[in-house]
């Protein structure tokens, strides 16, 4: 099994990615590295790229590629990071070059891109079903978690709220931007026969059953 494999996980908001992402790190002992987490670890840990990247976030602009991938390459050197796991990036055609520039200095390569295909309406009817109690932080989902009593926490009958980012506007501008940003990435590695895509409307084992097919065979 090779050892050393670098794979990309895909997925819009509400496709489950997260809980894929946590299976496949379990399972194949992959270093889960999430640009946005690496970013605001470079960031609190006041590092020279990271007091670098805050300049441009204070001033509301998107941190340049230079400095994220200082970052990536920086954190490939750990010990731990010999199979490697990307979430979150490349999130443009750009990106994704240049990622494979650096792995292929790196002695490395992209083995597999993991997409997780969801329907647009699928992921709506998830993230529009989310309602929380806010002071206690409880968590209802009107499909796959329903509360006892419609619009009232189970614990203390008080109100349930639905949060911004679960409202269906934001959630289809979400969607929308994360299309435009992911459609010439993932065109990109179809081209070069490096994309799986998993039918991701299914049950969680169902999906994971099937991310780990793929996994099986390349890693082989």
Request: hydrophobic share 35%.
């Amino acid at each position: 099994m090779i050892s050393d494999a670098c794979i990309l996980i895909v997925g819009a908001p509400a496709s489950g990615k997260g809980t894929q992402a946590e299976k496949i790190k379990a399972k194949y002992k992959f270093f889960h590295l999430s640009s946005g987490d690496l970013l605001r670890e470079e960031v609190k840990s006041k590092t020279e790229l990271g007091l670098k990247a805050k300049e441009f976030m204070n001033a509301g602009k998107l941190v340049p590629n230079e400095l994220i991938f200082g970052m990536i390459s920086k954190t490939m050197e750990k010990p731990e990071c010999k199979r490697i796991m990307f979430d979150g990036f490349p999130r443009s055609l750009e990106q994704a070059q240049k990622l494979d520039e650096m792995l292929t200095t790196k002695g490395k390569k992209l083995t597999a891109v993991i997409y997780l295909d969801v329907p647009d309406e699928e992921l709506v009817k998830r993230g529009t079903g989310r309602w929380i109690h806010q002071p206690s932080g409880r968590t209802y989902h009107l499909v796959f978690k329903p509360p006892k009593d419609a619009g009232k926490d189970d614990v203390t009958g008080e109100p349930l709220i639905q949060r911004e980012d679960d409202k269906e506007a934001t959630i289809r501008s979400r969607l929308k931007v994360f299309h435009d940003n992911n459609s010439a990435v993932l065109a990109y590695y179809d081209a070069k026969k490096a994309l799986y895509k998993v039918k991701g409307d299914s049950k969680i084992e169902e999906v994971w059953s099937a991310v780990e097919k793929v996994l099986d065979s390349v890693l082989a």
